[in-house]
Nanobody, 124 residues
């Protein structure tokens, strides 16, 4: 089992940047595929990005391609989401998630463990 704790959220103006971090407990972090999701008020949770166990492959939803970058440091048991050129529509609670399977997936139900979320608010 793994516990996930997100940090780095906050309030930023449109065009600004934030870096989210997700710290994982346990000694098997490198065994998990990691993902970031977000949920805006009144909307379903949606996929943002994912990265495979050793970081060799990443996947992004179309709306963040070229602006967001997911990365991981297995020595620090941490996954990151660098968010640049932020837009008001990026406002949401951002969640970190982990899955035991090796391949990336965009499906919420494909992930086994979730963090508590961190709020990101982008003002216009």
């Amino acid at each position: 089992q793994v516990q996930l704790v997100e940090s780095g959220g906050g309030l930023v103006q449109a065009g600004g940047s934030l870096r989210l971090s997700c710290a994982a407990s346990g000694r098997t972090f490198s065994s998990y595929t990691m993902g970031w999701f977000r949920q805006a008020p009144g909307k379903e949770r949606e996929f943002v990005a994912a990265i495979v166990r050793r970081g060799g492959s990443t996947t992004y939803t179309d709306s963040v391609k070229g602006r967001f970058t997911i990365s991981r440091d297995n020595a620090k048991n941490t996954v990151y989401l660098q968010m640049n050129s932020l837009k008001p529509e990026d406002t949401a609670v951002y969640y970190c998630a982990a899955r035991m399977e090796a391949a990336n997936t965009m499906l919420v139900r494909g992930y086994d463990y979730w963090g508590q979320g961190t709020q990101v608010t982008v003002s216009s």
